[in-house]
């Protein structure tokens, strides 16, 4: 599995909804974009957590619907996502059209500067400001402003949570627990135009995580989410075209290629805080102990990761543009991991343990995503 560049700026997930603006023919001030759409007043964006186009190019039995849209005459060639490739900070690249070093959503964890403390970017804090974490406008709100009714539809939960207001704010939010109550949605929100209207589903991630991408629940809960887009496509109205992508995609990491760092405690000499999650390692470090730490991470893990320094990173454009708040968020020392390897902290993180199915590393396998026109 290769390390995959992100393509910022030019086909990536944050660049979907300038390509969804400039195909309404609206000017909602976005970056422009490289991927093409068809020209059309409304549109439906459908993002599947955990789709990764080289998952989604493998089982086309399980999935012939979106299959065919990958490989059919309207097919186009994968985006990346940003780094990490992880949940909270592509959905906010989706939504905000910014890259991950300006948004400032880099990782599932990462410190909340001036603290020890770490910000979980899914669950999210009550003494952490979601406008001060994210300040700047969403390419939701943008387009709202710019008279394009913009509804997210997700489940009730989400309304007003932290990840939502960071990443979506602007549009209207419309909740909805179950898959025929999102649809529905969907129809009602795309009787309006212009319009555009972003659809979540959870379900495959979920089901990834717990069971693994190899196993059957898995395909089995592929095969529903490919009826689900095959039936949206089905209730919406021709005139409608939906846009099916996703956040990343999964690989599992069997018992045999992880590392728990509390087996390890040279590891863990000279760090403050170990954030990220299991596949990419924030490692927060004490003052003038970034050289030791990035050696002993090195020594230890050889070649089963990629062990750099927080200017090492940026400097190979990982989180694009970088905005001086967002910098300290960023570990001073990496951990990206390679092949199916993933680094553990059973004391710390211990529900990452009982997990098969992982991502957020720069993998082929946890970058490319499709980019399905229907």
């Known amino acids: ?28 001030g976005l970056a422009p974009s490289s991927i093409e759409l068809p020209e059309a007043q409304k549109y439906v964006v459908l993002l599947v957590d955990g789709l990764g186009y080289e998952l989604l190019r493998d089982h086309e039995d399980q999935a012939p619907f979106l299959h065919d849209l990958l490989t059919g005459p ?11 490739s992880t949940t909270a900070t592509s959905l906010t690249s989706l939504g905000t059209a910014l890259t991950p070093g300006t948004h400032g959503l880099v990782g599932f964890t990462s410190r909340i500067p001036g603290t020890d403390d770490l910000l979980n970017a899914l669950t999210w804090s009550p003494s952490v400001d979601p406008h001060e974490w994210q300040p ?24 007003g949570s932290g990840l939502t207001v960071a990443g979506q704010r602007g549009a209207e939010f419309v909740g909805a627990d179950l898959v ?25 991630d979920f089901t990834g995580h717990r069971h693994g991408v190899a196993s059957t629940s898995w395909q089995l809960q592929l095969a529903m989410i490919d009826a689900e887009a095959e039936q949206l496509r089905e209730a919406l109205p021709g005139d409608v075209r939906i846009v099916v992508v996703a956040d990343h995609g999964m690989v599992d990491s069997p018992a045999s290629a992880r590392l728990d760092v509390d087996d390890h405690p040279e590891l863990l000499a000279g760090v403050a805080v170990l954030g990220g999650e299991a596949r990419f390692r924030h490692v927060y470090c004490r003052g003038g102990a970034v050289d030791d730490v990035l050696a002993a991470w090195r020594s230890v893990l050889g070649d089963r990761a990629e062990v750099l320094t927080r200017d090492d990173a940026v ?60």
Not at 145 to 159: E, I, L, Y
């Open 74 to 84: 309207n097919g186009q060639a994968p985006a990346t996502v940003g780094v990490p």
């Open 136 to 159: 700047h406008p969403t390419a939701l709100g943008r387009l709202a402003a710019a008279g394009v009714h913009t509804t997210v539809v997700n489940k009730r939960q989400f309304a």
């Open 180 to 204: 025929g109550e999102r649809m529905a949605a969907a129809v009602a929100a795309s009787a309006h135009g212009p319009s555009l209207t972003y659809l979540y589903d959870g379900d495959l």
């Open 1 to 28: 599995m290769t390390f995959v560049q992100p393509a910022y700026e030019d086909r990536s997930l944050g660049d979907v909804l300038p390509a969804v603006a400039r195909a309404l023919g609206v000017d909602a």
């Open 315 to 374: 400097s190979r454009g990982w989180f694009g543009t970088l905005t001086p708040g967002v910098r300290p968020r960023l570990g001073d020392v990496m951990v990206a991991s390679r092949d199916d390897f993933s680094v553990m902290s059973t004391s710390g993180f211990p529900y990452e343990a009982r997990l098969i199915g992982l991502h957020g590393s720069l993998t082929s396998a946890e970058m490319l995503i499709p980019v399905l026109v229907g």
